[in-house]
């Protein structure tokens, strides 16, 4: 019987408005940033437990430091640059500026963050000032490509408005960080250096990170959750509110004005506008139960929603200057750098990076033979095990840092460790698919994948998913074809109404 | 068209409500489906996946999948039995 397989000629294809496949940038791309940031924050968890006495001390520390920018630009940065490169062409429904530029700016990158940290921690500031000078042509090169990306778009719909923003308080971050470490060297900035440490910090975090973060969860979570997207018109509000609250943070904190509490209030506004929005979409949503990778990014916002109030108490002058509020101000820090951020990337990264190695993978077999489903590249019983090991590892932390004790610090700091290392093995496990993908004769289990425990064993070929079942769904099309009964990849799913193609 | 699966949802395409009509004229069959979102990035993979699902029917000839739009996708149109995969695919992952 002649069958053709109709990928051919006569296929008739409607393009939606907008829609243009390939928009995105080569696989490479964005996966040689989000590896190499996975690496930083394994590197960073796994050293910080062994400088726990360091923690317990004055957060203004040039190791402390070391640290810090290991996991803001190696690890948060890094990743959403990658994130960005595959996100921004879907989320905004357009093609990438420039691939080229994309792999260029890796370097720059790379070399800056190895040399920030390195010489933070051997105390040379000449060369962490030539090293933040690679940071920000890294930086110039993203945001002549995001900004060139966004410039040729008609209409900017409520994420390419967060992401423009982002962008431009990312520029303004490094350009000012960059001025932070030349005056280490050259001494010409006048002012108290916590209140600039305060206000570059802020401005990194909440008008770079939390405003990306904010940007694309409205359309992921939506697509994650089977929500409708919300109604533009509130998170129109929010974006502004949030936008005006964080320019205004900046110069009120540098200069330590009593007007930062009026736009502490107006970002705490922005953030309550942001919950409300997402707690819509949750209600909204037609998924029944919530993956572990949008629940761990959700539970992340817990902890930005618990960090509010401490940053209002500290703008409003409500906590007294001493050691107390040293201490609070580092456990404040850390619980937006790790609790807040860090776990909004755990959860996203198990939904981007399997997309994104599924997609090289496995895109081209759909159709001709049973291909896993995206949760079935990595361990989900692992997955879960590390989302609790993350909470308890944060708040022992978190904890360590209040209290000063390096032994809390210490303990805290291993559990996280150990979560990041579950982390690392589920993101190393769905890269094997790369190079070893899975096939007829492997095991497709419902919801095990081959994940950690596969990855132990070497990927063997006759393996056992990780809840030992073994695949009902790997037989090749019989002569009746589907009637054969190849059922949803997800198991044994009956089949319902409508036409029995 | 059961064959082909939404790999994030681990759901086929009938059962997400993915197809809109199916068109059998002799050999020759033309299916009308949607996806999602307009931007969903596993368009092409989808679209070629139904394509070749098709193609590997014995007895069809020529088989064409157009993308349409119209009306727009949204969850109601996943069917119980999507919705019972859904939940036994959580079920399963406890």
Redesign the interface.
Not at chain 2, 7 to 12: A, M, Q
Not at chain 2, 78 to 90: E, F, S, T, Y
């Given at each position: 019987m002649a069958t053709r397989p109709a990928s051919g000629g006569s296929a008739p294809r409607a393009a939606a408005p907008g829609l243009r496949p390939g928009l995105g940038p080569s696989i490479w791309v964005p996966l040689r940033y989000l590896a190499t940031a996975q690496a930083a924050f394994l590197l960073a968890v796994t050293a910080a437990p062994f400088y726990a006495e360091g923690l317990a001390d004055h957060y203004y520390l040039s190791h402390t430091f070391a640290f810090t920018h290991l996991l803001t630009l190696g690890w948060i940065s890094m990743t959403i640059m990658g994130a960005a490169y595959q996100l921004v062409p879907v989320a905004l429904d357009a093609q990438l500026y420039s691939e080229r530029l994309a792999r260029w700016q890796y370097w720059p990158m790379v070399l800056g963050v190895i040399g920030i940290v390195a010489h933070f921690w051997m105390g040379h500031f000449n060369g962490m000032a030539w090293s933040a000078g690679l940071v920000l042509v890294a930086v110039l090169l993203f945001t002549w490509n995001l900004g060139a990306t966004l410039w040729r778009m008609p209409r900017w719909g409520i994420v390419a408005k967060h992401v423009a923003a982002a962008v431009a308080f990312f520029l303004a971050t490094a350009l000012v960080g960059n001025l932070m470490a030349l005056d280490k060297v050259l001494g010409f900035w006048k002012g108290e250096v916590l209140n600039i440490l305060h206000a570059h910090v802020h401005l990194a975090a909440l008008g770079w990170v939390t405003m990306i973060i904010f940007g694309v969860a409205y359309r992921l979570i939506p697509m994650f959750s089977l929500a409708p997207d919300p109604d533009e018109r509130m998170p129109n509000r929010q974006f502004w509110t949030f936008t005006a609250g964080v320019a205004g943070l900046y110069p009120t904190i540098l200069l330590g004005s009593r007007l930062q509490v009026l736009f502490a209030l107006v970002t705490a506004a922005g953030i309550g506008l942001f919950v409300h929005q997402v707690a819509r979409i949750a209600r909204a949503r037609k998924k029944p139960v919530l993956d572990w990778g949008v629940r761990t990014a959700l539970t992340a916002l817990g902890y930005l929603v618990v960090l509010v109030p401490v940053g209002l108490a500290f703008a409003a002058g409500l906590i007294p200057e001493g050691e107390f509020a040293s201490r609070l101000a580092f456990a404040y820090g850390f619980l937006g750098l790790v609790g807040w951020v860090s776990l909004t990337i755990i959860g996203m990264m198990h939904k981007i990076v399997p997309f994104l190695v599924w997609f090289h993978r496995y895109s081209d077999l759909v159709g001709k033979e049973p291909v896993p489903a995206l949760h079935q590249l990595y361990s989900e019983v692992w997955q879960r095990r590390g989302y609790w090991l993350l909470h308890a590892g944060i708040l022992g932390t978190a904890a360590g840092l209040l209290a000063a004790s390096p032994w809390i610090l210490r303990g805290g700091l291993a559990v996280l460790a150990a979560a990041a290392w579950i982390f690392g093995f589920n993101m190393l496990a769905i890269y094997r698919h790369l190079r070893r993908p899975l096939t007829l004769s492997h095991t497709l289990s419902p919801a095990g994948g081959v994940g950690v425990r596969g990855l132990i064993k070497g990927f063997s070929k006759t393996g056992e998913s990780d809840n030992g079942n073994r695949s009902r769904d790997h037989r090749e099309p019989g002569p009746r074809g589907v009637e054969e009964g190849h059922r949803s990849g997800a198991g044994d799913q009956p089949r319902g109404p409508g036409p029995h193609l | 068209?059961?064959?082909?699966?939404d790999?994030?949802?681990?759901?086929?395409l009938?059962?997400l409500g993915l197809?809109y009509d199916?068109a059998i004229e002799g050999p020759d069959?033309r299916?009308k489906m949607t996806l999602?979102?307009?931007?969903c990035?596993?368009?092409?993979?989808?679209?070629?996946?139904?394509?070749?699902?098709?193609?590997?029917?014995?007895?069809?000839?020529?088989?064409?999948?157009?993308?349409?739009?119209d009306p727009p996708w949204?969850?109601?149109m996943?069917?119980?039995?999507?919705?019972?995969?859904?939940?036994?695919?959580?079920r399963?992952?406890?």
């Open positions: - | 068209m059961r064959k082909v699966i790999p994030e949802l681990g759901i086929n009938v059962d197809i199916v069959v299916v999602t979102t307009p931007g990035p596993m368009h092409d993979s989808l679209l070629r996946g139904a394509e070749r699902a098709l193609g590997r029917i014995p007895g069809i000839v020529s088989a064409a999948v157009e993308l349409v739009w949204n969850p109601n996943i069917n119980p039995d999507g919705l019972k995969a859904m939940q036994r695919d959580w399963g992952s406890r």
